[in-house]
């Protein structure tokens, strides 16, 4: 094991190129990490499971963002329209976001059930249905972190061919909510499942009523909102953060700064990887419990910086992250044994198989 105050990741790799993705033989690093992390500090685990206090944030917000959308109905200058929609709605949907991202990880109830229908009472504010299908490629995305095809995170070779200067990354960076929608259905496509099905009609539904008793308007505020929020936006810069390897070798990168008020802390990104049965309301306990893992790594301060730093670095494109290809199946299934940190079951037991990486893997086909 490396030392706790280097990084298991933070090796000579061959940096990423304009023309291709860093290509490693390495396992992702979360999983080892945990392991020596918690031998060391084993009352972390203290912090795992759900906290109820998402329930009334995700609430607030619903309610704020519903407000502002009836109160932009009134409002006859389209620059004031767009002003309020990208400042204040691209905040408060991107915090729903960063909402059904912690309810993926069923870090609010217990039950499965009940975090997917929070999750879809929050993208009833966002007009968008994306919380289930989001579900079912993120937990895929922390077991097998960069793999190709299977983490549809990690950008397309068309993406990286052709975002290749400062102008077209402006663009990538402005379109982030296509490609991530759009990424999945061509890389690695799933059948629906009615879960899926049940998604869209109630958000599609909660849609209609709201066109229809308040007007179309209210309908474009929210949707603008959500566009506007996850693309070239401040809180937005977390995309970008996360992964993109800034330091040649780092595979996963915190944010520290005061955009984590707005985002359930999704910034202390290493430590969710490293724990993501860890509410983001306790992240920043792990950070202090364990320091010696973290506060040699790289991070950031400023989200706006990395989005600035990553449209005008001739060195930084999609290609600058790090890929793997998978390995032996029977090596991912030992692994699975150990993974008990990867999802909260709906026994909220902290130490069933039913939290490892296969059982991550068919959440989108059964409720546990």
């Known amino acids: 094991m490396c030392p706790p105050s280097k990084h298991p990741e933070v090796t000579l790799f061959k940096p990423s190129t304009k023309t291709s993705f860093t290509v490693v033989g390495t396992d992702e690093p979360h999983f080892s990490r945990r392991k020596?992390?918690?031998?060391?500090?084993?009352?972390?685990?203290?912090?795992?499971?759900?906290?109820i206090r998402l329930l009334p944030s995700i609430l607030v917000i619903v309610t704020v963002q519903l407000a502002l959308s009836l109160y932009a109905t009134k409002i006859q200058d389209w620059r004031h329209f767009v002003f309020l929609a990208y400042s204040v709605g691209g905040t408060l949907t991107h915090w729903l976001s960063l909402g059904t991202h912690e309810l993926a990880h069923n870090l609010c109830f217990h039950t499965t059930l009940y975090n997917e229908v929070l999750a879809m009472i929050a993208n009833c504010a966002q007009s968008i249905p994306s919380c289930i299908s989001f579900k079912r490629y993120h937990l895929e995305h922390h077991y097998k972190q960069g793999e190709n095809i299977t983490d549809v995170d990690v950008p397309t070779d068309w993406e990286g061919r052709f975002f290749n200067n400062t102008f077209k990354k402006t663009i990538f960076v402005f379109l982030q909510p296509a490609f991530y929608a759009l990424r999945p259905m061509f890389t690695n496509p799933k059948a629906p499942t009615w879960k899926?099905?049940?998604?869209?009609?109630?958000?599609?539904?909660?849609?209609?009523?709201l066109a229809y008793t308040f007007g179309g308007k209210a309908l474009l505020f929210n949707f603008a909102s959500t566009l506007l929020g996850m693309g070239l936006h401040p809180v937005a810069g977390h995309f970008i953060s996360e992964h993109y390897t800034f330091v040649a070798g780092q595979e996963t990168y915190s944010y520290y700064g005061p955009l984590n008020l707005v985002s359930f802390n999704v910034g202390y990104h290493n430590e969710h990887h490293d724990f993501p049965k860890i509410s983001g309301f306790r992240l920043p306990m792990v950070k202090k419990i364990a320091p010696e893992y973290y506060e040699d790594l790289h991070s950031y301060n400023s989200w706006p910086k990395v989005l600035y730093d990553y449209i005008t670095r001739p060195d930084m494109s999609p290609y600058s992250?790090?890929?793997?290809?998978?390995?032996?199946?029977?090596?991912?299934?030992?692994?699975?044994?150990?993974?008990?940190?990867?999802?909260?079951?709906?026994?909220?037991?902290?130490?069933?198989?039913?939290?490892?990486?296969?059982?991550?893997?068919?959440?989108g086909k059964k409720t546990k």
């Open 36 to 51: 020596e992390i918690l031998k060391k500090h084993p009352e972390i685990k203290q912090l795992y499971g759900p906290d």
């Open 196 to 209: 899926e099905g049940l998604n869209f009609a109630v958000v599609l539904g909660f849609d209609a009523f």
């Open 321 to 363: 992250r790090i890929k793997r290809f998978p390995k032996d199946r029977a090596a991912q299934e030992e692994k699975s044994k150990d993974a008990s940190d990867m999802a909260i079951s709906s026994s909220g037991s902290e130490d069933s198989e039913d939290e490892g990486p296969q059982n991550c893997a068919s959440e």
